[in-house]
Nanobody, 117 residues
Framework: QVQLVESGGGLVQPGGSLRVSCTAS????????MSWYRQAPGKERRLVAS????????DYVDAEKGRFTTTRDNTYNTVYQQINHKKPDDTGVYFC??????????WGQGTQVTVSS
């Protein structure tokens, strides 16, 4: 079965950095585009970025350009989201996402990221 497991979240101070990871199983990761979403407290889940099978990145949050770096390692079936110079607005649950059979969406359980002094 398809499974997405996020990790790497935690508490960081403003200006700090961290990288969250998503390890996939149950499908052919190397041929699947991956995405990161964030759900801030009291807000709807929003797309942060998507990455294609070959590493091409599509950023959908312009304000985060230059701070967010999305990468993937097809050997280890893992996609990463590096966040630099973190702001309180980066706080939220970060979800890994993929689509299989062109229309079936799968989500991870999410990893909590909290930016606070």
């Amino acid at each position: 079965q398809v499974q997405l497991v996020e990790s790497g979240g935690g508490l960081v101070q403003p200006g700090g950095s961290l990288r969250v990871s998503c390890t996939a199983s149950g499908f052919t990761f190397s041929t699947s585009p991956m995405s990161w979403y964030r759900q801030a407290p009291g807000k709807e889940r929003r797309l942060v970025a998507s990455i294609t099978t070959t590493g091409y990145i599509k950023d959908y949050v312009d304000a985060e350009k230059g701070r967010f770096t999305t990468t993937r390692d097809n050997t280890y079936n893992t996609v990463y989201q590096q966040i630099n110079h973190k702001k309180p607005d980066d706080t939220g649950v970060y979800f890994c996402h993929t689509v299989q059979d062109w229309h079936i969406a799968f989500w991870g359980q999410g990893t909590q990221v909290t930016v606070s002094s």
